[in-house]
């Protein structure tokens, strides 16, 4: 699976054509941003209330993605 990266989309949120899970291609990806809005087409506005992990940790729209990594993506939601 080098060279790729593994997308799990949770709850709500939906890949291109409705998918679940998905591989992408790794070139040129470099941050989670190019990620969201270059490879999987969310709009700028859309990808701003995503939450993206890996390993379970919260990524930033600025962190560097590698080729091999393995991300969940689902909605921000907040209580109060």
Not at 18 to 37: F, H, M, Q
Not at 75 to 80: D, Q, S, V, Y
Request: cysteine-free; proline content about 2%; glycine content about 18%.
């Amino acid at each position: 699976m080098s060279g790729r990266i593994m997308v799990e989309f949770l709850g709500m949120v939906k890949g291109p054509g409705g998918a679940r899970k998905l591989e992408v291609g790794a070139d040129g990806i470099i941050t989670v941003a190019a990620l969201l809005v270059g490879a999987l087409g969310f709009t700028r506005e859309h990808a701003e209330i995503l939450v993206v992990l890996r390993d379970g940790a919260r990524l930033r729209m600025k962190d560097e993605l590698s080729p091999g990594e393995r991300l969940e993506i689902s909605l921000h939601i907040g209580g109060g």
